[in-house]
């Protein structure tokens, strides 16, 4: 069975047992400092992340990371953090990091909550890539979470088992948010691909909500609207 982290600080969860899990999540969160246990890591193929050119940019570290990602994190930031591909091989080997998509992983854990499981789609389909239509809605307390195919808006698309990858053509600046640490459409592209799929009286049920709470901004909506022009949306939005 896969053995679970903590993902508080840097303390390992007490259900980690094996010396090798130990020694691999030691030495991704700097726990061992000492220049013995720093040898015996690199030889292990573990790399430190002050080693790594982006952690001495400032980057966080992993268990910091993922948390901020709901508890998934990307071969690529993996990557960034120090990590070879021997230390990912193993961690995935050993239970640590479980496969969600391709290129993604779950930190320790499988039971992620529907954010973890947003912000892993996100990750699946590349940089830039966005939560969007019911999930994005979702995401905001807008529309009930919803279940199977997650949709993903992005500039290039990837076949990912679970995922929807819309492929847009052009994301403007102002199409682009950040909602708890998720990447996703901004509220006005939501309108236009919720718009597209759904009803006009479940779209007005969507906008009415979306005024309860103050989140209307007729300006945006109308800037939004001028630079998307042929989209199928756009007359039930006027």
Not at 38 to 57: A, I, L, M, P
Not at 100 to 118: E, F
Request: hydrophobic letters at 40%; glycine letters at 8%; a positive charge.
């Amino acid at each position: 069975a896969p053995v679970a982290f903590a993902l508080i600080g840097t303390v390992p969860h007490p259900a980690v047992t094996k010396l090798s899990h130990l020694r691999a999540f030691c030495c991704a969160t700097q726990h061992f400092r000492d220049k013995r246990s720093t040898e015996r890591c690199e030889s292990e193929g573990v790399v430190h992340s002050t080693n790594s050119r982006r952690q001495q940019d400032g980057s966080p570290p992993l268990p910091t990371l993922a948390s901020r990602q709901h508890g998934v994190i990307s071969v690529q930031q993996l990557s960034d953090l120090g990590w070879s591909h021997a230390a990912i091989a193993r961690a995935v080997r050993d239970g640590y990091l479980i496969r969600i998509h391709r290129g993604v992983y779950a930190v320790g854990h499988t039971r992620l909550p529907a954010r973890g499981r947003w912000m892993a789609a996100v990750l699946a389909c590349g940089d830039g890539a966005l939560l969007s239509h019911r999930a994005g809605a979702a995401l905001r307390d807008l529309w009930p979470v919803p279940s199977g195919v997650i949709d993903v808006t992005a500039l290039t698309s990837r076949r990912n088992e679970g995922v929807r990858c819309h492929r847009a053509r052009t994301l403007h600046p102002d199409d682009r948010d950040i909602v708890d640490g998720i990447p996703v459409t901004a509220l006005p592209r939501i309108f236009l691909d919720m718009a597209e799929i759904l009803t006009h009286q479940r779209l007005r049920t969507l906008l009415e909500q979306a005024q309860r709470r103050n989140l209307l901004n007729p300006a945006r909506i109308d800037a939004m609207l001028a630079r998307s022009n042929g989209r199928r949306g756009v007359p039930k939005l006027r």
